[in-house]
């Protein structure tokens, strides 16, 4: 492979209800990132209706494909290669985006690149972004995962700590809708959290949500869940930007503690955040004190890369493209619990 030729990558993502292409050069350089959501569409049922998110990639996905395209500046005749999500996921959205990475990769005689939808969250951070290279720690926050991982290298990793139940964006969503805010909750939750005080104890201390690099959050929910039945039972006022702001402290705080941690264990200097849950203010804030307090570099996606999109399955199947590795062929399947 010539190391001077830029590589142009297309990525494809219909993993959960945003419908996304994005083409990115060498990894890092985003040239167009095209996002079609769905979230009004699943308002109504509160939350994500499987059925109705495949049937919705499927309309979308040609003309996702045509905009990629004509922002990037580029014909498809220069893609070296397509990337898409196969898992996880919801099984009838993943085909849909592996149906078409598969008939693009055939058309245009690419090779094909499978990519690992968390792994592809974690790559949101190298793009636009010269000064992160491995190795680092990446804290994977998002609504199905809760994980330290120990980024040794563009292809290698090693999970230090997960969560062992529930996911903090899973109980962030569960929280928001015994509240009535709707979906999706972790915003609604992060926006009144900044009107509130933590002022509530849903435990003694935040540290004991779990033991070691290890989270759990069915504890803390449960806690939340039975605070404001308590308070509705009692005739008590609800008070819910308090009750945000104090949910929000227990979740984040010991993502936080915990992060910093293994990072001053294994020497790094540097720390980036990753999923859905990046975005939570709170979280980015903390995580931005805590590297000035301990003089660790942080690397945070904007806003727009912390959620599901395309950009980032571009920028992991880059490298899985140059180390070759996750080549896959047309007998690519959906993995719906990678």
């Known amino acids: 492979m010539n190391a001077e030729k830029d590589i142009y990558i297309l990525g494809i993502e219909s993993s959960c209800d945003e419908t996304s292409i994005a ?20 308002k109504r049922f509160g939350g994500v209706v499987p059925e109705i998110a495949s049937r919705n990639h499927t309309m ?16 498809l005749d220069d893609i070296d290669a ?4 196969y898992g996880a996921g919801l099984v009838g959205a993943l085909l849909v985006g592996v149906s078409a990475a598969k008939s693009l990769s055939y058309m245009l005689k690419k090779p094909l690149i499978a990519v690992n939808h968390i792994r592809a969250h974690i790559a949101a951070n190298y793009l636009n972004n010269s000064n992160l290279v491995p190795p680092f720690l990446c804290a994977v926050v998002s609504g ?24 903090a964006g899973e109980a962030f969503d569960k929280v928001a809708r015994l509240l009535g805010l709707g979906y999706p909750g972790g915003p609604e939750i992060d926006k009144l959290a900044k009107l509130g005080n933590s ?10 949500i779990s033991d070691g690099y290890n989270f759990s959050y069915s504890g803390l929910k449960t806690a939340a869940v039975n605070y404001i039945h308590n308070q509705k039972a009692k005739g008590n006022e609800i008070n819910i930007p308090d009750i ?70 571009a920028s992991m199947g880059y490298y899985n493209y140059i180390n070759n590795v996750n080549i896959a062929d047309m007998t690519l399947n959906a993995n719906p619990s990678l």
């Open 23 to 42: 083409v990115v050069k060498n990894g890092r350089v985003v040239l167009s990132n095209i996002i079609s959501s769905q979230i009004d569409i699943h």
């Open 60 to 75: 979308a996905i040609v003309n996702v494909l045509d905009e990629a395209v004509k922002n990037a500046g580029i014909s």
């Open 82 to 85: 397509v990337a898409v999500t």
């Open 144 to 167: 199905g995962h809760t994980e330290l991982v120990n980024i040794k290298d563009y292809i290698s990793y090693e999970i230090l700590g997960s969560t062992q139940d529930d996911a």
């Open 199 to 208: 002022n509530i104890e849903f435990f003694k201390h935040a540290k004991t």
């Open 244 to 313: 945000c702001a104090s949910f929000t402290y227990y979740a984040i705080e010991p993502i936080v503690e915990k992060a910093f941690t293994a990072t001053l264990n294994l020497g790094y200097e540097n720390i980036a955040l990753a999923g859905g849950v990046a975005a939570n203010s709170y979280l980015r804030e903390r995580f931005l004190e805590m590297g000035e307090k301990y003089k660790v570099n942080v690397h945070i996606p904007p806003l727009a890369l912390c959620t599901d999109n395309a950009a980032m399955v």
